[in-house]
């Protein structure tokens, strides 16, 4: 019984040994704020940061890129002086017990306004890859429903042909 219990509680202290690790917080927290200073800064390695089958979700509900797809459409938007700047305002980041799967979400002052983000991270040795990062604008509760109003009213007016790629 004792061995059990004594399993039990390693256990426990290696899964909260592994979320809680800090040097990989920061490490991940600069892979991410260097990341999003390449876009500000309209450096080619911020798609170098995406994993070869990474996929980028934006804001519009017709943008799910793989990363070459995210690279072509994004050429004229690299090509100025900055891409976008998103500036972090807070971001969660939790990670498998191996800490191979790294996953975030954070708060982004853009020029959209706030807006919200997820992502994941694949980590192979000291290298970090983005397998899968999604961008959402924040939309105040108080407000839903009057953006509701707008998309629908967008889209009765054939402003939204897509559907799922």
């Known amino acids: 019984m004792k061995q059990l219990l004594l399993a039990c509680c390693m256990l426990l202290l290696c899964s909260l040994t592994a979320q809680a690790d800090p040097a990989l917080k920061r490490q991940v927290n600069a892979f991410v704020d260097r990341w999003h200073a390449d876009a500000a800064h309209s450096r080619p ?3 170098d940061k ?3 089958d ?3 979700i934006g804001t519009d509900k017709t943008e799910r890129w793989r990363r070459d797809e995210f690279k072509a459409w994004a050429r004229p ?3 100025r002086k900055s891409a976008w700047a998103f500036k972090p305002l807070r971001r969660n980041i939790n990670f498998s017990e191996d800490q191979s799967i790294i996953w975030f979400d954070e708060l982004l002052d853009t020029q959209m306004g706030i807006c919200q983000a997820s992502g994941v991270i694949r980590r192979k040795g000291n290298r970090f890859e983005i397998v899968h990062y999604q961008l959402s604008m ?3 509760n108080e407000v839903g429903s009057q953006v509701t109003r707008l ?5 009765a007016k054939d402003g939204w042909k897509g559907g799922p790629k």
């Open 138 to 140: 924040a939309i105040p």
């Open 50 to 52: 995406i994993a070869r």
């Open 151 to 155: 998309i629908k009213d967008f889209e």
């Open 77 to 79: 938007h690299f090509k």
């Open 54 to 56: 990474g996929v980028y």
């Open 45 to 47: 390695a911020f798609f």
